[in-house]
Antibody
Framework: EVQLVESGGGLVKPGGSLRLSCAAS????????MNWVRQAPGKGLEWISS????????YYADSVKGRFTISRDNAKNSLYLQMNSLRAEDTAVYYC?????????????WGQGTMVTVSS | EIVLTQSPATLSLSPGERATLSCRAS??????LVWYQQKPGQAPRLLIY???KRATGIPARFSGSGSGTDFTLTISSLEPEDFAVYYC????????FGQGTKLEIK
């Protein structure tokens, strides 16, 4: 089955760190452009980071640049998001999503999401 | 940053009716506009890409149109499972999403 499964969310204090994981099955993350998208409670969707396929290029939204790091482990077929210097406004459900060039670079596969709460 | 504005914020209709959702971009995105559906507690689901192409498995009652700055998602005859929040997304200049339109049962 082709799917993405996120993990690693939880409650963290402001200024703290958290590492999210996204395990892929049924396809190779190495051959795909992978993204992280978040959704604050009751709010809309916000793209935050991408990693290109094959040769690694990484991209970040200004809201997380310098604090978050996207990476992938081809052997584990997984995507990661290291989040440092967390703020209350980072509280959200975090989704990993696959981008498909054949579908106009749309995000055709999403995980179920993992909740991150930043609070003292 | 390209801003996407969706209207209306909420649309109240009955099953069987036609739904028309709008997405306007602050500058041209060519045809690089995507539509997603999201139900409570679920991840978004890809419906339409490149403004008018239906994704795999999406019913024919969903259609998209537009180019440049004005786009429309039309659901020709609403089914009970279509009541959800719909988001547009542009991928012309990085990625931004609209704020969503909630389609609710009247």
């Amino acid at each position: 089955e082709v799917q993405l499964v996120e993990s690693g969310g939880g409650l963290v204090k402001p200024g703290g760190s958290l590492r999210l994981s996204c395990a892929a099955s049924g396809f190779s993350v190495n051959a795909s452009i992978m993204n992280w998208v978040r959704q604050a409670p009751g709010k809309g969707l916000e793209w935050i980071s991408s990693v290109s396929s094959r040769v690694i290029f990484v991209y970040y939204a200004d809201s997380v640049k310098g604090r978050f790091t996207i990476s992938r482990d081809n052997a584990k077929n997984s995507l990661y998001l290291q989040m440092n210097s967390l703020r209350a406004e980072d509280t959200a459900v975090y989704y990993c999503a696959r981008e498909v060039l054949a579908a106009g670079s749309a995000f055709d596969l999403w995980g179920q999401g993992t909740m991150v709460t930043v609070s003292s | 940053e390209i801003v996407l504005t969706q209207s209306p914020a909420t649309l109240s209709l009955s099953p069987g009716e036609r739904a028309t959702l709008s997405c306007r971009a602050s500058q041209s995105v060519n045809i690089y506009l995507v539509w997603y559906q999201q139900k409570p507690g679920q991840a978004p689901r890809l419906l339409i890409y490149d403004a008018s192409k239906r994704a795999t498995g999406i019913p024919a009652r969903f259609s998209g149109s537009g180019s440049g700055t004005d786009f429309t998602l039309t659901i020709s005859s609403l089914e009970p499972e279509d009541f959800a929040v719909y988001y547009c997304q542009q991928r012309s200049d990085w990625y931004t999403f609209g704020q969503g339109t909630k389609l609710e049962i009247k």
